[in-house]
């Protein structure tokens, strides 16, 4: 079996795909994007792609490393990413191929079902509540919303009130019944993280995500050193040598690599191995679609630390398209009291509506985050 044709596919509402097609019939699905720079990747990926063509799909360890170590200038969101999709699209291949699900070829399940997690959207607290509310009907019982809005390097106590005034209304309507993780998203600098976290600490958020930069990643230590609440980290983090400072470092109790940004199933498997050697819990990070998805559960019901599946499933970014609008077997992603049982289908499980994916790529949004600006009129974080 040879690889024949690589094809990709910007969708709304911010995502790309992938097919890999080979000369036997079989097909292979991925999902490599980065959220407002789609089509830079998908440039990397047909240029990267034109090296597999003729190659065997099943050789997925020796495509990873040359896609990776071929090039001399190497990782980054866009590279990384763009390997990514690839590498989903080649276990999807090879699980077909072999006709069991991807997480056979890892040694089989470690668990029988895997708890996930709804984002909510808004930053008043009212509307935060209702949105709990009605997740709260579908059996959910874990969630996280953004921490805060744009915060200065030094900024006031006016704007820390706000944020804890906030968290402190959602723990008071709910009490112990639901688990909140607070992200952070990035927005906070070091000079603020330290406070934000002592004052958030009485309401017990289940982690606090990114308290800083990943750049910034020398402070972690230090934060987790003051709290007891878990920090998380790793969606802009892409590769097992990027996480190998933070876990020689310490401070961050929960990884968060992305499928579809940290070099796909191969890489990904690896940098959850890394972490059960430090007791670092593993909760992929997923605001994507269907295929990036089930990238991630593959990965969770092969690796012993997974805690946790974040999943975009009415997330407020999706206003234009919904991650099972493109699947045809929408029962794969059923969820039981906000778990998720394994894939039964091989490869990653996923049947792809693909009329409907040629038919939205035909005029795709370019979604692009806000450019947020402080008072002053510098650029904030997003």
Known sequence: MKIAKLTTYRVAPRWMFLKIETDEGLVGWGEPVIEGRARSVEGAVLEIGEQLIGKDPARINDHWQTMYRGAFYRGGAVFMSAIAGIDQALWDIKGKALGVPVYQLFGGLVRDR?????????DRPA?????????????????????CEEMGLIDSSRTIDAA??????????????????????G???????????????????????????AEQAEHYPRLAAQTAIPLAAGERMYSRFEFKHVFERGGISIIQPDLSHAGGITECMKIA?????YDIALAPHCPLGPIALA????????????????QSIGIHYN???EVLD???????????????????????????DEARVIERSKNPPDWRNPVWRHADGSVAEW
């Open 273 to 277: 191995a890394m972490a059960e050697a």
């Open 326 to 352: 493109y699947v045809v077997n929408k029962e794969a992603f059923a969820m039981e009291r906000g778990s998720v049982k394994p894939f039964t289908k091989p490869g990653l499980g996923v049947e792809i």
């Open 164 to 185: 804890v005034a906030k968290v402190a209304e959602i723990r008071a309507a709910f009490g112990s019944t639901i688990e909140f993780g607070l992200d952070f998203h």
């Open 319 to 321: 206003a234009d398209g």
């Open 187 to 213: 927005r906070v600098a070091a000079p603020m993280a330290k406070t934000l976290i002592r004052e958030l600490e009485p309401y017990r958020p289940l982690f606090i995500e990114e308290p800083v930069l």
């Open 295 to 310: 990238a991630c559960l593959h990965v969770d019901f092969a690796s012993w630390n997974a805690v946790l599946q974040e």
């Open 114 to 122: 895997m708890k996930t997690y709804c984002w909510v959207g808004g």
């Open 127 to 147: 509307d935060i509540i209702a949105q709990i509310r009605t997740r709260l009907e579908h059996g959910f019982d874990t969630f996280k919303l953004n921490a």
